[in-house]
């Protein structure tokens, strides 16, 4: 196995592979049939999107911060923290990368996503039924104010069966990296490319839980970084 697959911020004693590399042939039906479905243009009302677009939900900056459009140094790299500090998973950094392992930037949403977080449990139990709820949020320097526009993702970046097919899993007690994808594909179509720029920062909050208790969440982390489309 070649470094090239692996994310900078990871040992490569790691040893982490390309999931289904889209040179797969199998892969590349799969790819090839979420790029056919339906559209969000086509399966939703785009016209309430839009009306939302005017009038958006905002998460303000706090009185006294910078301005940035790209705020945390994601003009050069993704930016890792914690969006909740009373979880019993504590986040220490992350990477993301394409299904092949490369961590080029900005990242590109036009294809699926790997994200890696490093993380230590201090559950005293593991793990084996995990969901990702994942919030999009788009920054904002301009006449809504400063800070960060929710975008409504209508549930198409959430995970809900997170460890199916994924050797990370179970979320055990101790130090470890987890893995879980991410397919932004479905949802960055027309209606969003026209609020996108190059230029602008883009955040997920990722809140994993234990499927059998879904509303306490074990760990909550935010990724603030540029997107390519």
């Known amino acids: 196995m070649t470094s090239a697959l692996l994310p900078n911020y990871l040992d490569p004693g790691n040893g982490f592979r390309a999931m289904r590399p889209l040179d797969d042939p199998r892969q590349m039906r799969n790819y090839q049939f979420r790029r056919n479905e339906v559209s969000v243009e086509d399966s939703l009302d785009a016209g309430k999107v839009q009306s939302y677009l005017q009038a958006p939900i905002m998460d303000h900056d706090a009185d006294g911060e910078r301005c940035e459009a ?3 140094g994601t003009s050069t790299k993704p930016s890792f923290f914690m969006c909740k500090e009373d979880t019993l998973v504590t986040l220490h950094g992350g990477a993301i990368t394409n299904m092949n392992g490369d961590d080029r930037y900005p990242v590109d949403f036009e294809s699926p996503l790997r994200v890696f977080l490093d993380i230590t449990s201090v559950a005293p139990r ?13 920054r904002s320097t301009g006449w809504f104010g400063c800070g ?6 209508f549930g198409m970046l959430s995970n809900y069966d997170m460890c ?3 050797p990370s899993c179970p979320l055990s007690p101790g130090r470890q990296v987890l893995e ?5 594909t479905r949802l960055f179509t027309r209606l969003f490319r026209m609020i996108h720029s190059d230029m ?5 909050v990722i809140r994993m839980r234990d499927n059998k208790d879904p509303f306490n969440d074990l760990l909550c982390t935010t990724i603030q970084m540029r ?3």
Do not use: C
């Open 227 to 229: 997107v390519h489309l």
């Open 70 to 72: 790209l705020p945390n």
């Open 148 to 153: 960060w526009m929710f975008l409504p993702s």
């Open 200 to 204: 602008s920062a883009y955040q997920l």
């Open 164 to 166: 199916a097919d994924n």
């Open 180 to 184: 879980f994808t991410i397919d932004p």
């Open 126 to 138: 593991r793990y084996d039924n995990l969901g990702l709820e994942v919030s999009l949020y788009k």
